[in-house]
């Protein structure tokens, strides 16, 4: 998978000053598009459509410089429709404009290209099991939040202070599928997964009730039949449930044949008494890689 994905960094580079197209991208890593800005975002650390666009400002800095090309020219030839647009974009790379930095020859930012290589860490491994799913629903309540990929979530936490004692215990009685109890699910995710981007998070419960049944006060989620990967993991709140999706990404799914698919994510999270800790189950919808 890694070999796959750094020829598809050559791709990138080679196709800087044209269209990249993501369909391309996942037909050289043997992927879907869908996984493929998954595992990269995952493993660059940043969205796909954000490297590619620091890589081309990197490489128009360095034409702005050089000075043998009109900035508009510059401006065309890395995608840009307009010198306006090329010099806001320039500006929040580099920290200046494209003619003060030609004028001084400022000094400006590289965004080196980028390779993946396999570093093994201990001996460590992760718990999971692969299981099959028939439809069903999530229910409890809803709200549009942003993500936030390190440490807590500020809206996520003053959202479930928001639900009565009375309502959390209406659709905690509605539980009666795995995983079991009050569940936090992630669904409708924007395909960057970048900071601040916004998701739909349920509180909720897995269930097998019908649509009819869902009372009018609650919100519902229903959840078609497929594949899931189910991982295991304990350690300090809230950074080992965070560690735990990036491991997913950046060690299970290189390791194994699977891709993820669409679909929400769900975690199950059980806290010690002084919430330091915290033992998870993470469900991820996946598919055959070679499906």
């Not at 500020?154 to 659709?171: G, H, L, N, V, Y």
């Amino acid at each position: 998978m890694l070999e796959r994905l750094n020829q598809a960094l050559d791709h990138i580079e080679a196709h800087l000053g044209d269209r990249v197209e993501v369909a391309e991208l996942a037909r050289i890593a043997v992927t879907s598009e869908y996984h493929f800005r998954r595992m990269f975002s995952a493993l660059a650390g940043i969205p796909l459509s954000e490297y590619i666009r620091r890589r081309r400002l990197t490489l128009a800095g360095a034409e702005v410089l050089a000075g043998e090309r009109s900035l508009l020219e510059i401006a065309v030839r890395y995608g840009y429709g307009s010198g306006e647009a090329f010099a806001r974009a320039f500006r929040s790379v580099h920290g200046v404009g494209p003619g003060e930095a030609r004028r001084t020859g400022a000094t400006l930012s590289s965004h080196p290209r980028m390779s993946f290589r396999l570093t093994v860490e201990g001996s460590s491994s992760m718990r999971y099991r692969v299981v099959e799913r028939e439809q069903f629903r999530v229910v409890g309540k809803k709200a549009r939040v942003p993500l936030v990929h390190e440490g807590m979530n500020p809206a996520i936490a003053d959202f479930i202070r928001s639900i009565d004692k009375e309502t959390m215990r209406r659709f905690a009685a509605l539980s009666d599928q795995q995983p079991e109890g009050i569940v936090g699910v992630s669904d409708d995710l924007d395909p960057s997964r970048a900071e601040g981007t916004e998701l739909d998070y349920y509180h909720g419960v897995v269930t097998g009730i019908g649509a009819d049944e869902v009372p009018d006060d609650l919100d519902a989620l229903t959840v078609p039949a497929g594949t899931w990967a189910v991982f295991e993991s304990s350690g300090p709140f809230p950074q080992a449930l965070q560690h735990l999706w990036r491991d997913v990404f950046t060690q299970w799914f290189p390791s194994n044949p699977y891709q993820s698919r669409p679909g929400p994510e769900i975690l199950r999270t059980r806290l010690s008494e002084d919430a330091a800790r915290a033992d998870a189950e993470l469900w991820i919808p996946v598919e055959r890689a070679d499906a």
